[in-house]
């Protein structure tokens, strides 16, 4: 026998449980085990919640309306943090929050199971949360069931309904046919209280055309020397160790002001002598000029921009953020680099348009330049507090960068001439690599 209904369904899980479980005593284990079913049972009973069915290091609990789910949510973690804090015992939670019609299978007198789309949609959520995130779907806009919520940080920062919500880009979710929409529940203090600055998992795997599997990674910068235009990046393993790699400011996204504790997007290839490196840095949460790619009818869009070795990279951006700009295909933008999704890659955020005209016009049109060549040129501007500046060839700006002065103490100036090889920019543009000081340009 089964039934149809209609509620709410909240998975619970210990983040990082097999780690976690392999690396302490069994005792130890089933102690902070015990610990997390007392608080969740607890709270559960006290916000009308029912528990459907038990994952080993969690629940799955159902709710007869979703702002229900969510206030348990935030009870649930806000105790745990109290009682269980993290740095202290490395154990913390992650949820998936989901509401729809599911069926009720009557399995032995009873006793049930509960199948359905907000079911799955509520563990998949919850397997691709980071430690202490909430990830609620669908969207309080979509929902229209919503009351007041509060959490203890809430309170004391007078924050309104509207700012509990962060909406997240879209996301493809295993054995669901469409994206999947989907806020994470702002209850810390900061936002920086996740485990990461992000409360969705962003890793994303694709393929290279030689059929080698290329991994995006997600790191944090433990270290960075400005002068020297180098630096190293901590990320976490697949297989759950955490490791530190070697970056270059050449290989920065857009030459982005990067420094210690920014969290960057890299992917890894050999570097020099085969020792392998992070390339194609992007900074979160760093400031970006693009282009506008499209515009969907549905007010969302995409915004373009190129590495270093010129391969296109997309940001989406949502409907929201560029509701009230005037913005037509090829306009040029100044955006900030937001998380990403395995559905539309990055986001955009915080987008404005470009003060100036279009990109393209920008730069004077030049004589195209053979990639790899040695070429002169005068620096034309230099910012010595960035480490940055232009240069002028056959009517070409080409970007110069500290990181590729072979000797980093002659600083560039307006007027000095330079002898460099030419590598490709971004939006087809050209950068200096292995410069050279020759000589100061006399002056009549």
């Known amino acids: 026998m089964s039934t149809s209904h209609y509620k709410t369904f909240c998975c619970t899980r210990i983040h990082n449980a097999d780690v976690l479980k392999a690396a302490l005593a069994e005792a130890d284990w089933i102690g902070f085990l015990a610990e997390f079913y007392s608080v969740t049972k607890e709270i559960i009973q006290q916000r009308g919640g029912e528990i459907a069915r038990s994952l080993g290091d969690g629940l799955m609990v159902m709710f007869e309306r979703p702002a229900m789910a969510v206030q348990a949510a935030i009870d649930i973690q806000e105790s745990l943090a109290k009682r269980l804090p993290f740095s202290a015992t490395g154990l913390s939670c992650k949820m998936g929050i989901a509401s ?16 359905g789309t907000p079911v799955d949609i509520a563990q998949l959520l919850c397997e691709r949360a980071h430690g202490n995130a909430i990830l609620l779907h669908p969207t309080p806009q979509q929902s229209g ?3 007041e919520i509060h959490s203890q940080a809430g309170v004391q920062q007078q924050r309104p309904l ?15 046919k469409n994206p999947v929409h989907s806020c994470s529940i702002f209850w810390q203090a900061t936002l ?5 600055s992000h409360p969705m ?5 694709t393929t290279e055309v030689s059929g080698t599997a290329e991994v995006t990674l997600f790191g944090k910068v433990t270290a960075f020397k400005k002068e020297r235009g180098f630096g190293f990046i901590q990320y976490y393993t697949e297989n759950h160790e955490y490791k530190e790699i070697y970056f270059h400011m050449s290989y920065v996204v857009g030459q982005a002001t990067i420094q210690e504790n920014d969290h960057v997007q890299f992917i890894i290839k ?5 020792r392998p490196q992070a390339c194609s840095v992007l900074v979160m949460g760093g400031r970006m000029v693009g282009q506008v790619e499209s515009l969907e009818s549905n007010g969302s869009g995409y915004i373009s921009i190129r590495n270093q070795a010129s391969e296109v990279i997309r940001f989406f951006v949502l409907p929201h953020v560029i509701r009230d700009l005037p913005l037509r295909i090829n306009d040029v933008v100044e955006f900030v680099v937001g998380s990403g999704s395995e559905v539309e890659g990055l986001i955009a955020t915080d987008v404005t348009l470009h003060q100036g005209e279009h990109l393209a016009q920008q730069l004077e049109a030049g004589e195209n330049l053979p990639l790899g060549a ?6 034309t501007v230099y910012f010595s507090d960035k480490g940055y500046g232009f240069a002028k060839c056959r009517r070409n700006n080409i970007y ?34 292995n410069i050279r000081l020759l000589q100061k340009r006399e002056v009549a």
């Open 400 to 433: 110069i960068h500290i990181s590729e002065l072979t000797d980093p103490e002659q600083t560039p100036a307006p007027g000095d001439l330079i002898e460099f090889e030419i590598s490709p920019g971004r939006d087809s543009t050209y950068r200096a690599n």
């Open 201 to 205: 998992e962003e890793c994303r795997f």
């Open 162 to 176: 509207s700012a509990y919500f962060v909406e997240q880009a879209p996301c493809q979710l295993r054995g669901i």
């Open 145 to 147: 069931e919503f009351m």
């Open 374 to 379: 040695t070429e002169q040129a005068v620096v």
């Open 270 to 274: 050999p570097g020099k002598e085969g």
């Open 100 to 115: 729809g019609s599911f069926t009720r299978l009557s399995v032995h007198e009873g006793i049930y199971d509960y199948q």
């Open 192 to 196: 920086t209280h996740y485990l990461t």
